[in-house]
């Protein structure tokens, strides 16, 4: 099976540098429709889905594999390969900018920088680190999920994508929840919210550009401020939003940040 087919690679633009999109847990490719193609005429711009998510071939998935975020990452290293001859940018929203972590503490050479919008290496609060979640949140989620997932779709999705002045937006992300096999996603909402990638982050090379909201509850500002003060070549720029996903409610202040990294990086 070839990886384009396998996770639904879409390329656009002929640009001589290379963007790659990374969706986050519930998600699509679909959900860069408003900040990917601001670039399409500058770069060259990847979107794919997640094996389990979208578009992607259902018949790729396995649990063992997708048992940690690491097979994600092997993943995202072969659509680099099949995409680009040179090093990406990866704009990874939430748990794809983990995945992009780790993908580039692998395989340093195939980026030449990462955006991460509403990332966060734990979500679990720790001894002095602030994750936004105690323990028993998490477990909570977890069994709702687990129990009912339709039902944990439908009330979570608006919270999670915020935006109350665009109904409309938790409208599509509730709809993008329930589109996923809901046995993927509960082992994908698992792997995503029980990880912790806070050891890994001295050790990505690359430069680094974290976008956060001024109003996420799933990645509050405090773990944007712990991320800059932990990966060796950060800058933390925060977008006036409340929710988890800035590229699709606030896309244009997202790009403005973008546009100052890859400026600051000459890509």
Excluded at 113 to 124: F, T
Excluded at 200 to 213: E, F, G, H
Excluded at 246 to 259: E, K, N, R, Y
Aim: charged share 20%; with cysteine; glycine share 8%.
């Amino acid at each position: 099976m070839s990886v384009l087919k396998r996770n639904s690679v879409s390329i656009h633009g002929a640009g001589d540098r290379t963007l790659v999109f990374a969706h986050g847990f519930g998600c699509d490719q679909n959900m860069f429709r408003l900040l990917a193609p601001q670039y399409s005429a500058r770069y060259k711009t990847v979107t794919f889905d997640h094996v389990g998510s979208g578009r992607s071939d259902l018949s790729a998935y396995d649990r063992k594999k997708y048992g940690s975020l690491d097979g994600y990452a092997s993943d995202l290293l072969e659509v680099i390969d099949a995409v680009a001859d040179s090093p990406v940018v990866l704009v990874g929203h939430s748990v794809s900018a983990m995945i992009g972590l780790l993908a580039g503490i692998r395989s340093p050479e195939k980026f030449a920088g990462h955006i991460m919008l509403g990332p966060s290496p734990c979500y679990i609060n720790d001894d002095t680190y602030v994750g936004g979640f105690d323990r028993a949140d998490i477990d909570s989620l977890l069994e709702t999920l687990e129990a009912n997932y339709l039902g944990w779709a439908g009330s979570m999705a608006p919270a999670i994508m915020g935006a109350p002045e665009q109904p409309q937006l938790a409208d599509e992300l509730t709809a993008s929840f329930c589109r996923t096999d809901p046995e993927i996603a509960k082992q994908f909402a698992r792997v995503t919210f029980t990880a912790d990638n806070r050891a890994d982050l001295d050790k990505l090379t690359a430069p680094v550009l974290i976008v956060q909201s001024t109003d996420d509850f799933v990645a509050p500002l405090v773990v944007g401020q712990y991320l800059k003060a932990h990966l060796p070549h950060a800058m933390l720029r925060v977008v006036d939003n409340t929710g988890h996903c800035p590229h699709l409610s606030v896309p244009g202040a997202s790009a403005q940040a973008m546009d100052e990294f890859l400026a600051s990086i000459d890509y």
